[in-house]
């Protein structure tokens, strides 16, 4: 019988690494009858078939060989083609790279821009895999906690600013947010733009939310105010815009003199995304934007639903969020929500995430996921007043 390595062996880094305060709720509640999983950031519809379609084409070709390590071309021109769509203005499909999701567009990114003592600032409260990943690579993350006041959720920009360092590498910005909702002006995205111009910093930006945005047809962007080769990283993923978590599809952009740098990287962590997968990709890109548009009015009835259902209440602090799909919210006299997430479970039968998942900045919030089935919610927040009331 061989020894078991011993944790004092493995890098500090690994070993470290932080457990999911959100998995933990979800793992007490995923088989409770009745529950209503609020917790994960996904909606309820699964894929639509005419992306479940293009996949299963793909496979019956046999496409199942390795390909492209940035990307098929026909996905990174279709890539290009929705950001014209969408930004209008010409995008060059050779600043597009395939990822195996989000996340691996964050590590990549990382990976490129900051390691081994390094610091990255981060506003929080954040989703937390981005601090993580950072820190699980060797570099350090500097959190900015944002403020919370009668104008909703804001970023201090000059303590943002403050926090940068001789050791800093790169400002991570993630707007709309994941949890709160918040979403950076034009005027504070060219902010930071200019401040991280004049220190050589990179940016990466999380643009995952932006076409879930209540005041106007997208979020401001920095690619509103960059230039093509500013030092700016944008990190996407097909998961949430086309219902396609499970997919496992994501993308980077990045200016593409980088190109040959983000092949390697790709190379030497998934080595490629699978061509099939690739193929829904792009039936997802060039199809579906009426789903997007779908996607999106549901989301703002769900918004009215749960923002309004629990305002009424008078127990819950919140702001109603400008962007993403979540409700950041606290609950009167009860400080601890990682206990409340457990404790909703089991009175309430519905499943949270607690805000302290999302760095120092969440401890005494819930985090809501509203991307789902309007009469699920309506019933959701009626459990939720309920016991609010007997409280």
Known sequence: ???????????????NAPESGIVEVFNYGRDRPGLIPLWVGEGDLPTPDFIADAARASLSEGETFYTYQRGIPELR??????????????????????????????????????????EVVVPTPAWPNFAAAAEIGGARTVAVPMSFGNAGWMLDLDRYFAAVTPRTTALFLNSPCNPTGWTA???????????????????????VYNRFFYEADRAPSFYDIAEPDERILYVNTLSKNWAMTGWRVGWLSAPPELGQVVENLIQYSSSGTAKFMQRGAVAAIEQGDAFIDFQIERAKRA???????????GRVRFSWPAGAFYLFFSVDGEPDTR????????????GLAPGDAFG??????????????????????ERLAIWLARG
């Not at 902010?191 to 991280?196: G, M, V, Y």
């Not at 918004?303 to 209440?313: D, K």
Request: glycine share 8%; net charge neutral; aromatic share 8%.
């Open 1 to 15: 019988m061989s020894a078991q390595p011993a944790p004092s062996r493995l890098r500090s880094e690994a070993t």
């Open 77 to 118: 021109t279709a890539l290009a083609r929705y950001h014209a769509r969408v930004f209008h203005k010409p995008f060059d499909p050779e600043r597009f790279f395939v990822t195996s999701g989000g996340m691996p567009a964050i590590q990549i990114a990382l990976r490129m821009v900051a390691g081994e003592s390094d």
């Open 185 to 207: 002006t034009r005027e504070e995205l060219i902010a930071i733009r200019d401040f991280a111009r004049a220190r050589g910093l990179w940016i990466i930006a999380d643009e």
């Open 303 to 313: 918004r009215e639903i749960v923002c309004a259902g629990l305002e009424a209440t």
């Open 339 to 350: 206990k409340l997430g457990l404790r909703l479970v089991d009175e309430a039968n519905v």
């Open 360 to 381: 120092p900045g969440g401890a005494g919030y819930m985090r809501m996921c509203f991307l789902r089935d309007p009469a699920q919610l309506t019933e959701a927040t």
